[in-house]
């Protein structure tokens, strides 16, 4: 009697897997995923539930009792696989498109610490620093014509970091004059023959946001004027004042061309370590 049942339950239970294999290789024929993930300029058709090719082809095949789901590669869960293979991509996508290499800037000296860009330079007897920060910085192509001539294609999308930036220049007794700056808005665009209205007061590629002047040694509780209120008389010397220490239109327009290299070269490394950590076990 007790063999008969044992023989029943094997039966049954051989069954139900049977089943419950035929459901599975069905319902994995019948999945479709249709989602995109956009990034940066790349566009991957991204499947959820989707194996590596040798799973793919077990679809095709009849199951014998054992998982046809690829062990090649172990992820912690389908999320972390689909994450690894859009990396991959995006990956090969971005070192394919790379901005146009940018040089350092002459007449500066560069240091970088991280995220952080610091250019410096000695004008006369004043110590003069550029330092701004590329996280955050991109923008889009909200100024294609910056790279118009260095672009690989006509139709190639370049991402343009234009981050504030702020200005010290220190006096021998150790005074320093602070500007916050930050890019304006670039220029409309005008179509062939369209010509751009007559302005004599051409917008600056920066506007300064705010200006303060600390004592030597001192590090905060220093009054700051806002860029908002001041007189424009002043906020021209001030102006002035950069353009003569060599922050013109042809600096800060290689100030652009340097961050936005930089940033796209840590961004890479971003996605390297990511998929370092998406492929860890």
Known sequence: MATILRQSLKSVASK???????????????????GEIAAR?????????????AASNARNTQFTGQSK??????????????????LDKEITHEKDNPPPKASAISGWTTATDGTVVTLSKTFKDESVSVEFDVTSSVEGDLDEQLYQADAAAEDA????SRPPFTVEIKK?????????????PPEPTFEEGQEPPKDENMEDQFSII????????QTDNFFVLSGGIMDEVMYDL????????????DFVTALVKYSTSYEQS???KFLQSLKTFVDEK
Do not use: P, W
């Open 157 to 160: 999308q370049v991402m343009i």
């Open 69 to 86: 789901f690829c062990s090649c590669r172990k992820f912690h869960t389908k999320g972390d696989e689909n994450m690894a293979e859009f």
């Open 41 to 53: 300029g790349v566009t991957l058709n991204s499947g959820r539930g989707m194996h590596c090719i």
């Open 172 to 184: 021998k007794s150790g005074k320093c004059l602070k500007m916050e700056c930050e890019f304006t």
């Open 210 to 217: 705010d200006v303060s002047l600390a004592e030597a040694g």
């Open 266 to 268: 840590l961004y890479v």
């Open 16 to 34: 139900a897997i049977n089943n419950s294999l035929k459901v599975s290789a069905v319902g994995a024929q019948n999945v479709k995923f249709t």
């Open 238 to 249: 001030l102006m002035e004042m950069l353009d003569e220490r060599g922050i013109d239109d």
